[in-house]
């Protein structure tokens, strides 16, 4: 089985930066994905990482350590549209998709 | 592509009466997903299908719930009878088969909200 962990809040300013980590124990993986979830809004892709490194795509960049089950979503420039459910996914080997709870991040003025 | 498309967007029902919830999946996609969103549980898989075949259906929560694909483009999930405890969104995905894109992700219809009074 999958075991996912990530805070379940978190508050940032316009125009700061946030980092949302994620833990994961599993017990076959194909990669692990981000989502952003608007409030009454169907999930939307952000990023998928399979190797270790950091992706980055315009303001949102995500990192993957494998050995040590790590993750995070970095969100630079906040925007008060960057208020939403952030939630991490991992891809076992059959392509199911485990999800964290998600964190909900708040864009302050 | 339209996306993949569900209906109803709302369902309220009484308990006891039977719930059809509808999806079609981006033309193309070989996989397709069941979830259940609630405060409490998140996001939670249901069942899956490739090709039309059910290959997962562990997270079936009991009997009173159903799944079919009658074909590539149409699948239906069915809660006979319903309890309010059911009461969630419900969203379909689906996915390409990996190797025709760099990835498997899964893209989401705007999910069927279930009220069961």
């Known amino acids: 089985g999958q075991n996912i962990d990530q805070p379940t809040e978190m508050t940032a300013t316009e125009g700061a930066i946030v980092q949302i980590n994620c833990t994961y124990q599993?017990?076959?993986?194909?990669?692990l994905f981000w989502y952003q979830q608007h409030a009454g809004e169907a999930p939307t892709f952000l990023s998928y990482?399979?190797?270790?490194g950091l992706e980055e795509k315009g303001r949102f960049s995500s990192f993957l350590s494998r050995s040590k089950g790590y993750s995070y979503l970095l969100l630079k420039e906040l925007q008060m549209k960057d208020s939403a459910s952030y939630l991490c996914?991992?891809?076992?080997?059959?392509?199911?998709?485990?999800f964290g709870a998600g964190t909900t991040v708040t864009v302050r003025a | 592509d339209a996306g993949v498309i569900q209906s109803p967007r709302h369902e309220v029902t009484e308990m006891g009466q039977e719930v059809t919830l509808r999806c079609k999946p981006i033309s193309g996609h070989d996989y397709l997903f069941w979830y259940r969103q609630t405060m409490m549980r998140g996001l939670e898989l249901l069942i899956y299908f490739n090709n039309n075949v059910p290959i997962d259906d562990s997270g079936m929560p009991e009997d009173r719930f159903s799944a079919k694909m009658p074909n590539a483009s149409f699948s239906t999930l069915k809660i006979q009878p319903s309890e309010p405890r059911d009461s969630a969104v419900y969203f379909c995905?689906?996915?390409?088969?990996?190797?025709?894109?760099?990835?498997?992700?899964?893209?989401f219809g705007p999910g069927t909200r279930l009220t069961v009074l």
């Open positions: 996914a991992v891809s076992s080997n059959d392509y199911k998709l485990s």
């Open positions: 995905a689906s996915s390409p088969t990996p190797g025709q894109s760099s990835y498997n992700e899964q893209f």
């Open positions: 599993t017990s076959g993986f194909n990669g």
């Open positions: 990482n399979v190797l270790d």
